[in-house]
């Protein structure tokens, strides 16, 4: 077990009141992750007060239950601030972390910014919840779960691995998966939950396939306009999911959706295999994993610019390497 593992156990152990804090565009492994920690602390110690206040709301991750909520700024004043899954505080969604005396930072994304006051950072995890799950592993002779807690973190552990199939993917992920089910995960429900799509949604991947593009060197990208989101009656986050239409294409090494979001703000969504693509995300005001990042674009010239960018770097890629598909 790491010494920062133990740091912050003792941490948890010695606070009266604990915040949790997620990133912003909040996801499966946020999500499942800070519900998880949350579950944790609350069985392990029922007098403790646990707080997870986030104004977003995810309407298919709805079935891991509500948050609180928000209470006067004393209550963050007085906390132990716990930030999970956000590499840089800028996209922590509830900005008033920052009045929480101590922070503690669980982390699996490439390190850029250590803003807590004990950072647990190891991007070899492929989630959030992988951390959890092992956090919960080295203490489970003092740490308390029950199925729904597990529910979460395996919620989380399915979705940011992609059901188990990404770079990341290790024996000990799945190993702490099995420890998780072992606690009576409905496995059944949960991929209900997540899998299922509505009629309109299997239209718009139709759309997707449409509308990709291919450059020369093969990137993938597509562009989820707003009149696309009207016409589907989708919101921003099931928009959002146009991203994994374009994952199983053979000979693209990098894929892109570019979603209007309402605001002057483009999301970006960057995914690649074999080429680690974190540079180019950098590059556009973001960040993430090697081969799963994001960024934001203002204009559609900043957003060709991205993709000649992405596919020099993939042209340059598969002049110099073998092996990949
Ligand atoms: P997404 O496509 O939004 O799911 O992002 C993929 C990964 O990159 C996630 O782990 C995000 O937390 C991370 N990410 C997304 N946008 C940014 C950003 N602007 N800055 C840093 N990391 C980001």
Request: aromatic residues 10%; proline residues 1%.
């Amino acid at each position: 077990m790491q010494p920062v593992m133990q740091q912050i156990f003792d941490r948890i152990a010695g606070a009266d009141t604990i915040m949790i804090f997620r990133h912003k565009r909040i996801d499966g492994d946020c999500v499942g992750a800070s519900k998880g920690m949350k579950g944790l602390i609350r069985l392990t110690w029922p007098e403790k007060k646990v707080y997870i206040i986030d104004d977003e709301k995810s309407e298919y991750l709805s079935f891991l239950g509500k948050d609180d909520e928000e209470v006067a700024e004393d209550v963050y004043r007085s906390a132990l601030g716990i930030v999970i899954d956000v590499g840089n505080r800028e996209r922590i969604s509830n900005q008033k972390y920052a009045l929480c005396p101590a922070l503690i930072k669980i982390d699996h994304h490439i390190e850029r910014d250590p803003y807590g006051h004990i950072n647990w950072v190891e991007d070899g995890r492929s989630s959030a919840c992988e951390m959890i799950a092992a956090f919960y592993e080295a203490f489970r002779d003092r740490l308390v779960i029950d199925a729904h807690t597990a529910c979460c973190i395996y919620a989380g552990m399915v979705t940011d691995s992609g059901r188990f199939q990404y770079e990341g993917v290790t024996g000990d992920t799945m190993r702490l998966a099995g420890l998780m089910l072992d606690q009576g995960v409905d496995t059944e429900k949960l991929y209900a939950h997540l899998y299922l799509r509505s009629f309109d949604q299997l239209k718009f991947k139709a759309q997707i396939y449409e509308n990709m593009q291919l450059t020369e060197n093969g990137v993938a990208w597509v562009h989820v306009t707003r009149r696309m989101q009207q016409h589907f009656h989708l919101d921003l986050e099931t928009a959002s999911t146009a991203i994994s239409s374009l994952s199983d294409i053979k000979g693209v090494l990098c894929w892109l959706a570019f979603i209007d979001t309402g605001t002057e703000e483009i999301r970006v969504r960057l995914r690649s295999r074999f080429a680690a693509i974190n540079g180019i995300a950098e590059k556009y005001r973001g960040g993430g994993h090697a081969c799963a990042s994001g960024a934001t674009v203002y204009t559609l010239e900043e957003r060709d610019a991205l993709i000649r960018d992405a596919d020099a770097y993939i042209g340059e890629y598969k002049r110099t390497h073998e092996g990949w598909l």
